[in-house]
């Protein structure tokens, strides 16, 4: 059997670092470091650079990732790339990252599911390398949500953040060598008429609308909790694991209050949860694989351990995959 392993992770923020004091400060802005904190959890959040895309920010998480897993761009046979601020409606910001990586074989493509778009982005990574046909895959998540907020909306602007962060998968070849490890399932979801709660408004190929987000966030976090929870347990239930066999979360990052309750139905300690919400803010599709990469990289994750990645998203979307690295 051919499984997608887990080679090698790396992340990426902009320098400009933006605290929930500085928020309150901006006119007009009606809030505080106490309510962004209480309801959210969020400190800071980082912001892209005037000019600085999301091919810039892809590109920097994927030669970090590259560079751990001590492969050359040159091997990368495929590049996904998910995301919902690409630089451009084409080409794709996944081409443009290989553009950027100098990589000139293979295939290039963008995905669109929000903040779930990076699991999707593993499911499709992953059935590539089981169908044979890709072999060395860069799983990416790259975001500047700070270019569709409206800076008016207190409701809003304050959630989100910028960054990016990837993943390569590599086919490994089963029995014996890569025994268990790699990604076990992906379970993905979606719910198109929940689409109002949390969209942008235009964008291209729209017939008006601002270009902006536009979030329903109680009724967000209804459906948040219970349909993670659900996704999760199917996900182990869909390996013959339990609660216990887990031995990290990483949860999309959107809310402290949605990350706590999810550990709590998981029956997961806080120290096996891995949080960047505080730092980072909701990177949307970049927030897992920034998480991935803290943890690899701070050697919290280590070989063998059985992760669970979740995230809930625009349209809705849901979902989970379930890996071990
Ligand atoms: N600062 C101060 N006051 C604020 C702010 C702010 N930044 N934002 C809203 N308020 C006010 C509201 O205007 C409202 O005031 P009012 O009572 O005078 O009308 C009051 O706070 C309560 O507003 P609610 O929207 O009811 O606040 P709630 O407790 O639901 O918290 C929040 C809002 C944090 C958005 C919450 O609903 C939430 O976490 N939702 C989940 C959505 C989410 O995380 N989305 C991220 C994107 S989707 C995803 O990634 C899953």
Request: glycine content about 12%; hydrophobic content about 45%; some cysteine.
């Given at each position: 059997v051919v499984r997608a392993t887990i080679a090698g992770s790396g992340g990426y923020l902009p320098a400009t670092r933006l605290s929930n004091d500085e928020l309150a400060a901006l006119?007009?802005?009606?809030?505080?470091d106490a309510w962004i904190r209480e309801r959210t959890g969020i400190g800071y959040r980082h912001i892209a650079a005037p000019g600085e895309t999301a091919s810039d920010m892809g590109a920097a998480a994927a030669r970090q990732a590259l560079e751990r897993a001590g492969?050359?761009?040159?091997?990368?046979?495929a590049i996904l790339v998910a995301t919902s601020?690409?630089?451009?409606?084409?080409?794709a910001t996944a081409v443009r990252i290989q553009a950027k990586l100098g990589v000139t074989k293979g295939f290039a493509f963008d995905l669109a599911a929000a903040c779930t778009g990076f699991i999707y982005a593993v499911s499709v990574a992953d059935a590539l390398i089981r169908a044979g046909q890709a072999r060395c895959v860069l799983v990416i998540g790259t975001e500047v949500y700070s270019r569709i907020?409206?800076?008016?909306?207190r409701g809003t602007c304050v959630l989100f953040g910028d960054g990016a962060g990837a993943l390569l998968l590599r086919a490994g070849e089963g029995?014996?060598?890569?025994?268990?490890?790699?990604?076990?399932s992906c379970h993905l979801h979606s719910d198109?008429?929940?689409?109002?709660?949390?969209?942008?408004?235009?964008?291209?190929?729209?017939?008006?609308?601002?270009g902006l987000l536009r979030m329903a966030g109680k009724e967000v976090f209804r459906h948040a909790v219970t349909k993670l929870a659900s996704v999760v347990d199917e996900a182990l239930a869909a390996n013959g694991l339990?609660?216990?066999?887990?031995?990290w979360l990483v949860p999309h990052q959107a809310n402290r209050r949605i990350i706590d309750a999810m550990g709590k139905k998981l029956h997961?300690?806080?120290?096996r949860v891995v949080v960047t919400v505080e730092r980072h803010a909701n990177t949307s599709a970049a927030s897992v694989p920034l998480a991935l990469a803290e943890a690899c990289g701070d050697g919290?994750?280590?070989?063998?351990d059985l992760v669970v990645m979740e995230a809930i998203g625009g349209g809705l979307t849901w979902g989970a995959a379930l890996a071990r690295f």
């Amino acid at each position: 059997v051919v499984r997608a392993t887990i080679a090698g992770s790396g992340g990426y923020l902009p320098a400009t670092r933006l605290s929930n004091d500085e928020l309150a400060a901006l006119k007009g802005l009606d809030t505080s470091d106490a309510w962004i904190r209480e309801r959210t959890g969020i400190g800071y959040r980082h912001i892209a650079a005037p000019g600085e895309t999301a091919s810039d920010m892809g590109a920097a998480a994927a030669r970090q990732a590259l560079e751990r897993a001590g492969v050359e761009a040159s091997e990368v046979d495929a590049i996904l790339v998910a995301t919902s601020t690409p630089d451009s409606a084409f080409p794709a910001t996944a081409v443009r990252i290989q553009a950027k990586l100098g990589v000139t074989k293979g295939f290039a493509f963008d995905l669109a599911a929000a903040c779930t778009g990076f699991i999707y982005a593993v499911s499709v990574a992953d059935a590539l390398i089981r169908a044979g046909q890709a072999r060395c895959v860069l799983v990416i998540g790259t975001e500047v949500y700070s270019r569709i907020l409206d800076w008016t909306d207190r409701g809003t602007c304050v959630l989100f953040g910028d960054g990016a962060g990837a993943l390569l998968l590599r086919a490994g070849e089963g029995a014996g060598t890569t025994a268990d490890r790699g990604v076990l399932s992906c379970h993905l979801h979606s719910d198109g008429s929940q689409g109002d709660i949390l969209h942008v408004e235009g964008g291209a190929g729209s017939t008006g609308g601002t270009g902006l987000l536009r979030m329903a966030g109680k009724e967000v976090f209804r459906h948040a909790v219970t349909k993670l929870a659900s996704v999760v347990d199917e996900a182990l239930a869909a390996n013959g694991l339990g609660h216990e066999d887990v031995r990290w979360l990483v949860p999309h990052q959107a809310n402290r209050r949605i990350i706590d309750a999810m550990g709590k139905k998981l029956h997961l300690p806080p120290e096996r949860v891995v949080v960047t919400v505080e730092r980072h803010a909701n990177t949307s599709a970049a927030s897992v694989p920034l998480a991935l990469a803290e943890a690899c990289g701070d050697g919290r994750i280590q070989p063998g351990d059985l992760v669970v990645m979740e995230a809930i998203g625009g349209g809705l979307t849901w979902g989970a995959a379930l890996a071990r690295f």
